[in-house]
């Protein structure tokens, strides 16, 4: 039994599927750890808007200052789950929250409060993009400079998904090109060639020269 578990972990198939499954399990693993840790279902998101983002001596592109105070479009941030009570509503030092956008709760937004207010026992923020409006982040912003969610009624406690604790500049750019119409396609090419250079191409190689011995073998 030993033998045969040896002969099969020494076969170079088994050993690359093997280390293809551990890598797709570290993957998983973490980001579904992720999720336990920092206690929401969204940990990481990539930036895909420009509204937090305030120019600095040109366009605002998160390459030429990447490690500035706002949010770049291809910044990967980190988010953790929190009780909305907690968030820190001092502008400017206030919390970025990520919330479902009200009436479209399949957007995402990554926006600053501004100011909370409590109705009927609900807390609802006002936020807004750092690089929106005339008052940009740390200026003070006129209340018809808020966000119009909800018709200028804030967000509702309930629709915040977390708040950001850390920003990582470029890598969002990674998620971006896969969700975009060339990039995935291309990941699934490099998928496939890698399969076809570890597996098929070895097979055929070591295919063909016993072909030739068995040919060899029947010539009289």
Known sequence: ???NLKKIWNNDYVQTAV?????ALAVFGFWYGSQVVLNTSYPALAVVSGS????????????????????????????????????????PES??????????????????????EERDG????????????YNKWP?????????????????PEDLVVGKVVMRIPWFGHIVLFMRNSVGLPIVIA??????????????????????????LQQQP
């Open 95 to 116: 919390d970025i929250i990520v919330f479902h956008k009200p009436g479209d709760e399949d957007e995402l937004i990554v926006h600053r409060i501004v100011a909370t």
């Open 190 to 215: 490099l998928i496939i060639l890698i399969v076809v250079i570890e597996f098929v191409y070895p097979l055929l190689r070591n295919k063909k020269p016993s072909e030739q011995q068995r040919e």
């Open 1 to 3: 039994m030993t033998a």
């Open 122 to 133: 609900v807390l609802y923020f006002y936020t807004k993009g750092d690089g929106n409006g």
């Open 19 to 23: 280390v293809i499954g551990l890598i």
């Open 139 to 155: 200026a003070t912003p006129e209340r018809s400079e808020y966000d119009p969610w909800n018709s200028g009624q804030g967000v």
């Open 52 to 91: 937090m983002c305030i120019p600095q001596n040109g366009a605002c592109d998160g390459w030429t200052h990447p490690f500035s105070h706002t949010l770049h479009i291809g910044d990967l941030i980190i988010v953790q789950g929190v009780n909305p009570a907690e968030l820190n509503a001092d502008y």
